[in-house]
């Protein structure tokens, strides 16, 4: 009898067939975890990170894929974002998506904010999504292919000590509805992806130095825990493939019910 799953169109729609894929902040977190379950998916990984260092496992073609590539850059910059479409365009004519993951936060107070701070992460966390889109746009546009940008639960609602943070990942989540309304009609999708508190390296160094705590972080959840890193990759590949080909403009939330829940009343 034949396997109903091999030529399966709802399992092939998930499938990325070697097209190529581009994932920022790939050396980390969040961004490893959407090359792991790209690679898992056939996708041609080629990862970003300005932090050479801890890209070098891309390498590994066992996890990353056959024709997995590392880029060092600084995708908070125009020169640096221009010079990475060109070494890419060297190898590829198209890309299936680009992923938008580097980001970075900064817990000053809003009184006591510097200039410099604010200017800091919004060029790495917004300014970036408007860099790599504007760039890789024509390449995307060649395969009909899609923008995915993880901006944050925290790009929905106010939290202390977080206004440069909270206000880049806003932006990211209307930058992408604007990407969206443009690109629409040349059949390219742009969505973002709210987390909720993930247990990524970054996560952890806050609590191992005190800056947060995590059990406050867990119970802030309806589930009573953080998401790992591949619970939010495992979104951001379906947003980014076929599976999702009429979802475009939306901020998809995977928070475990965060930003639902309010607290318990007496
Ligand atoms: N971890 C969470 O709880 C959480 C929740 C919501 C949203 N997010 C978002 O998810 C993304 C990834 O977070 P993470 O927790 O995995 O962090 P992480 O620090 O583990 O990984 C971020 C990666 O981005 C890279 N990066 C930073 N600036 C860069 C730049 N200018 N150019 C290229 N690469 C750069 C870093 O080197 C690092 O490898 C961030 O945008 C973050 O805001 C994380």
Request: proline share 3%.
């Amino acid at each position: 009898m034949a396997d109903r799953h091999s030529d399966n169109p709802t399992l092939a729609s998930l499938r990325f067939d070697g097209a190529p894929v581009i994932v920022t902040g790939a050396g980390s977190g969040i961004g490893r975890a959407c090359c792991e379950v790209f690679a898992d998916l056939g996708a041609t990984v080629l990862g970003v990170d300005v932090d050479g260092s801890i890209l070098e496992g891309i390498a590994d073609t066992a996890i990353y894929g056959e024709n997995a590539k590392a880029f060092v850059a600084d995708v908070s910059s125009e020169e640096a974002v221009h010079s990475l479409a060109q070494q890419i365009a060297k190898d590829y004519s198209s890309i299936a998506s680009v992923v938008n993951v580097a980001g970075t936060n900064d817990n000053t107070s809003f009184r006591s904010l510097k200039f410099d701070q604010w200017n800091r992460i919004l060029a790495t966390n917004l300014s970036s999504v408007f860099l790599m889109t504007r760039e890789f746009l024509p390449m995307v546009e060649r395969r009909r292919g899609s923008f995915v940008n993880i901006a944050s639960t925290y790009g929905l609602v106010g939290v202390r000590n977080n206004t440069s943070y909270c206000t880049s990942k806003a932006g990211i989540i209307n930058l992408t509805r604007q990407v969206a309304t443009e690109v629409g009609s040349s059949g390219v999708r742009a969505n973002s992806v709210c987390p909720g508190p993930t247990l990524t390296p970054r996560r952890q160094l806050s609590f191992d130095e005190g800056r947060s705590n995590r059990l406050e972080a867990e119970q802030r959840t309806l589930l009573g825990r953080m998401a790992s890193p591949a619970e939010i990759a495992r979104v951001v590949v379906f947003l980014a493939s076929e599976a999702a080909s009429y979802i475009t403009g939306a901020a998809i939330v995977v928070d475990g019910g965060q930003t639902v829940f309010i607290g318990p009343h007496d």
